[in-house]
C-alpha cells in the first residue's frame, strides 16, 4: 500500500511558471493553485511564462520535469552571461519617462531584443504629468515614423490610456531603472504584487526578488510580467544579420546592397546606407546600428569561444 506522501509524487501536473526566484520557482497549475517548485536536476532551464510539467512533491511544492516548447523568448546577455527575461508572451511594454530622462540607446536595444524574438513591441512614456514630458513625447515621434506605437500615461494619477493594450494579452513589462516600472505593476495589480512578495519573503528572499521576473493576472485572459529595472540590454547573443533584420526600417533594403555580406558599414552599394541619404531611414538610427555592429565584433573578437 502506498502512503499519501508516494500517492502525491506520482501526480504530475501541468502549469505556468509565474515567478522565478533563480533557485526556485512559482507555478500556477491549471486550477489557479501556486506551487513553490525546484527544477529536476541542476538545470535552471525555466523561465517566466514558461508552460511545464510539474511533479507534486506536497501540497504547494513541487519538482518541475519537463519544460514545454517555447513560442518565443526574451533574454539580455553580456560576453559573461545570458539573463532569460520571459517566455511565450504576446508583446512588450518598453516603459520610459522624461525625469530621469531615458536613454534612447536602451530603448533602440529594446527594440532590437524584441524584434529578434518576434514580440511585438510598445512604447509607453510614462509620467504625463512631468513638464518635460511634452518634449520627450515629441522626441518619439521618431519611432512613431517608423510604425512603433507609442502612448503617454501616468502610472501616478492615469493608466487609462495603457489598459486597452493590455486586454487579452501576457504583456512583458521593460524598462530601466527609475522610469516608474514598479509604480505601474502596483497600479495595475496591487493585490497580486502583496500576494507574491508575502510567497517570496516565506522563501526567505526578501527584497531581492525584484532581480527576477513575475506574471501577475490582470483577468483571466490577461497578465503582465514583470521584470527587473537594469541599464543596459546586452544582445551578445545576436548575429550581425539578426541585429539588421531586427532593425525594421531597414527590410525593405536588405538584400539590395551590392555584396551578399554587406554589414551596412562603408561597403560600396549598400542599399542601407543608401536609403539613409535619401532620408528613408533616420541618420540616428543607421549611427546606433553601425556603432552596435561595431561594439558587437570587438566583444566577439575578445571572446571567440563564447556560445548561447
Request: aromatic share 6%.
Amino acid at each position: 500500500m502506498t502512503t499519501r506522501r508516494e500517492r502525491e509524487q506520482q501526480v504530475v501536473a501541468g502549469g505556468r511558471v509565474v515567478a522565478d526566484f533563480g533557485r526556485d520557482f512559482l507555478v500556477e497549475l491549471a486550477d489557479r493553485r501556486q506551487v513553490v517548485c525546484t527544477r529536476k536536476g541542476r538545470k535552471q532551464d525555466a523561465a517566466c511564462g514558461d508552460f511545464v510539467e510539474v511533479r507534486l512533491t506536497g501540497a504547494a511544492q513541487g519538482s518541475i520535469e519537463r519544460v514545454g516548447t517555447r513560442r518565443n523568448i526574451l533574454f539580455r546577455s553580456d560576453q559573461w552571461k545570458e539573463k532569460t527575461l520571459a517566455a511565450n508572451v504576446d508583446q512588450a511594454v518598453i516603459l520610459l519617462a522624461p525625469r530621469p530622462a531615458f536613454s534612447e540607446a536602451f530603448l533602440n536595444l529594446s527594440l532590437v531584443a524584441c524584434e529578434a524574438a518576434g514580440i511585438p513591441a510598445i512604447i509607453a512614456l510614462n509620467k504625463s504629468d512631468l513638464p518635460e514630458h511634452a518634449q520627450a513625447r515629441r522626441s518619439l515621434e521618431a519611432w512613431e515614423r517608423i510604425g512603433y506605437t507609442v502612448i503617454s500615461m501616468s502610472a501616478k494619477f492615469d493608466t487609462a490610456a495603457l489598459l486597452p493594450l493590455l486586454e487579452g494579452r501576457i504583456t512583458l513589462l521593460v524598462g530601466q531603472s527609475g522610469m516608474g516600472k514598479s509604480r505601474t505593476v502596483n497600479a495595475l495589480v496591487m493585490n497580486e504584487v502583496a500576494r507574491v512578495g508575502e510567497i517570496s519573503a516565506s522563501l526567505g528572499i526578501g527584497t531581492h526578488t525584484t532581480t527576477f521576473s513575475r506574471l501577475f493576472r490582470l483577468d483571466r485572459d490577461a497578465a503582465i510580467i514583470d521584470t527587473p529595472g537594469f541599464q543596459s540590454f546586452g544582445l551578445f547573443h545576436l548575429t550581425e544579420g539578426q541585429i539588421a533584420e531586427a532593425m525594421r526600417e531597414f527590410r525593405p533594403f536588405l538584400g539590395a546592397c551590392r555584396f551578399n555580406d554587406c554589414a551596412h558599414l562603408s561597403e560600396p552599394g549598400c542599399a542601407v546606407v543608401a536609403a539613409a541619404g535619401r532620408g528613408e531611414i533616420s541618420a540616428e538610427r543607421l549611427s546606433f546600428y553601425q556603432v552596435l555592429v561595431e561594439q558587437h565584433r570587438e566583444l566577439h573578437e575578445q571572446h571567440p569561444d563564447w556560445r548561447r
